[in-house]
């Protein structure tokens, strides 16, 4: 047994050594395998891995609400299109008067006392209203109606006489005929005159004929003029009334007394402002822009390119919607040496409405001069974008998302953004948003918190989620 120990224990070192020694030398062959193995696993296991973490991060791109959290939050969607948009550059602008059409004033035509005022600033007053009663106090009119009567008078005896002598033709010479017939021609251009002088002074024809039967005029009544009727300055400017009626049909027929010049009792004089009449239906918006913008204003005056006007009025307004086109007719030739700006202008064309109140009707006009208004000026045009409401779009650093809606899955989409304004968020049409998805048009933010505070699949005690997108109620629950 020792004899055959001393004999393997040689062996066995010998085949350890050759061991050993091709080991060394086809190292390269046994750790490829090795190495071969290993990697293998690591890679499914990265494969794996990488895609539970693309379904995960499906998973938080999308956010679930119940149909009580869609009401609460005010969410509504939108299939949105391409579309042309606009890219333009803001300007302040205002409301103002258009000179010769929206104000007019009210002259007092002779001297004397206001002894009536009927209407105060605010009411509304129809062409043929008395505005005033005024005691006339010029000597002038008070001789003018004098001569009026007597030379009437004067005619009336004229023609007897003309008669008389008519009857004795032939006893006496025709000379004296001759002279009362000259003599009553006269006195007919010297009537006119003085007819001519006190319809210039606001007399009405039945008070010329008053004053011709003796009944002389004391106090003259100012009335609201009609500026539809002008075509005969001899003639009073209103001699017929409007009723309440074809205000409510045409408001442009109604005045608003803007400003009142006088007190009851005041003398006056002839030619002074008695209160000034407005009319808002005509009016005009005034913007004001810098020199360097000169050329992007001109080039909309010869492109015929229209303004966008923002009026920043509430969107639930009730007045109906503005159709007219904005187009600018008056570029200014002088800059302002204070502000270093220049003015355009543009017409507008004001609503109106009919307001009854205690048995008195009152226009009401949309539009005010002095009102602040946003002028934007088209610079760029812009073809095959989306244009989404401002808020529709959240922004989180360089990024920017929107919502589309799918049921109750709000799933958030990356956009690229093109143009931003007060108002609308323009995005590029690249393929990062099919055309025709249904997209939230607000309230973007605060569904990207929302987003960002949750795992992903979150959802509502008690409910369960189809394939389809829509949250349902379990069913034990329900019952």
Not at 96 to 105: E, H
Not at 456 to 461: F, I, R, T, V, Y
Request: aromatic share 6%; with cysteine.
């Amino acid at each position: 047994m020792k004899i055959l120990l001393q004999f393997v224990k040689p062996v066995l070192g010998i085949i350890i050594f050759v061991l050993i020694a091709a080991g060394f030398i086809w190292r390269d062959q046994w750790l490829s395998l090795l190495d071969q193995k290993p990697s293998s696993g690591a890679n499914k296991t990265s494969a794996a891995s990488k895609k539970r973490g693309q379904s995960q991060k499906a998973e938080q791109e999308k956010v679930i609400l119940s149909d009580q959290a869609i009401a609460n939050l005010g969410l509504n969607v939108k299939s949105e299109l391409p579309e042309t948009y606009w890219k333009t550059f803001q300007v302040p602008g205002m409301i103002v008067d258009r000179p010769g059409r929206s104000d007019q004033g009210v002259i007092s035509p002779v001297d004397g006392v206001v002894e009536k005022m009927n209407y105060y600033p605010g009411d509304t007053v129809r062409p043929g209203d008395v505005l005033y009663t005024i005691r006339i106090l010029s000597e002038t009119l008070q001789q003018t109606q004098t001569n009026l009567f007597k030379d009437t008078q004067n005619v009336v005896l004229a023609e007897s006489k003309k008669k008389r002598l008519e009857t004795t033709r032939g006893a006496i010479p025709e000379s004296r005929i001759i002279e009362v017939v000259n003599e009553i021609k006269r006195l007919h251009v010297a009537i006119k005159g003085y007819q001519h002088e006190l319809l210039s002074r606001g007399f009405s024809e039945q008070q010329l004929q008053k004053i011709s039967s003796g009944d002389f005029v004391r106090d003259l009544d100012i009335l609201v003029p009609d500026r539809m009727n002008r075509s005969d300055s001899t003639k009073t400017p209103v001699r017929l009334k409007v009723s309440e009626a074809e205000t409510k049909q045409n408001p442009s027929l109604a005045f608003e007394i803007q400003e009142s010049k006088l007190d009851l009792g005041q003398q006056v004089k002839t030619g002074e402002m008695l209160c000034l009449l407005a009319n808002h239906r005509l009016l005009a918006i005034e913007g004001r822009a810098f020199r360097d913008e000169t050329q992007l204003l001109e080039r909309s005056v010869r492109e015929g390119w229209p303004v966008e006007v923002d009026f920043q009025e509430r969107e639930s307004t009730h007045w109906p919607a503005i159709k007219q086109s904005f187009l600018i007719e008056y570029l200014s030739n002088v800059i302002d040496p204070v502000n270093r700006t220049f003015a355009f202008r543009m017409p507008l064309e004001n609503q109106s409405r009919v307001v009854q109140q205690d048995r008195l009707s009152h226009v009401l006009w949309r539009f005010r001069p002095g009102q602040k208004v946003r002028l934007l000026i088209r610079v760029e045009k812009l073809e095959n974008v989306f244009v989404l409401p401002a808020d529709a779009v959240a922004r989180e650093g360089a990024e920017a998302y929107v919502f589309t809606q799918n049921v109750n899955t709000f799933n958030r989409k990356q956009v690229r953004i093109l143009a931003r304004d007060r108002r609308h968020t323009v995005i590029a049409n690249d393929g990062s948003l099919i055309p025709g998805s249904f997209v939230v048009q607000g309230s973007a933010e605060q569904l990207n918190r929302m987003l960002k505070s949750s795992s992903g699949d979150d959802l509502p005690e008690g409910y369960h989620i189809h394939a389809d997108g829509s949250l349902h109620k379990n069913e034990d629950e329900g019952k």
